[in-house]
């Protein structure tokens, strides 16, 4: 059974920069679709990232990212380490969500960054951008 343990939520002003890290265990990471997705009490859970395992990522770009974080947040992906990142940059308040991390045992990517497209789940981590 996967597990997912983030890490590195916490408070930083608009303007600057923080990095979540999820650590994986109980699957095979190499070949596993991870992405990241952020949520907000009273709202449903957003997509936010993600990143293919090693074979797509042979014949495609492997990362993907939602509107609304393009340009300022980058997926990575440790396969040693068995971590999968997100940097964030230019935080703005409304970045303020609770992070989770998420996995499926599947090397490509579905096309719709959906939590229902992702079978493993983080505990969450929260990220409060003040102005």
């Known amino acids: 059974q996967g597990q997912l343990v983030e890490s590195g939520g916490g408070s930083v002003q608009a303007g600057g920069s923080l990095r979540l890290s999820c650590k994986a265990s109980g699957f095979a990471f190499y070949y596993g679709c991870l992405g990241w997705f952020r949520q907000v009490p009273g709202k449903e859970r957003e997509g936010v990232a993600r990143?293919?395992?090693?074979?797509?990522?042979?014949?495609?770009?492997?990362?993907a990212y939602s509107d609304s974080v393009k340009g300022r947040f980058t997926i990575s992906r440790d396969n040693v380490k068995r971590t999968v990142y997100l940097e964030m940059n230019r935080l703005r308040v409304e970045d303020s969500a609770v992070y989770y991390c998420?996995?499926?045992?599947?090397?490509?990517?579905?096309?719709?960054?959906?939590?229902?497209?992702?079978?493993?789940w983080g505990q969450g981590t929260q990220v409060t951008v003040s102005s």
């Open positions: 998420a996995a499926r045992s599947d090397d490509r990517c579905p096309g719709e960054l959906a939590p229902k497209n992702f079978t493993f």
């Open positions: 990143i293919d395992g090693e074979i797509t990522a042979k014949y495609r770009d492997p990362v």
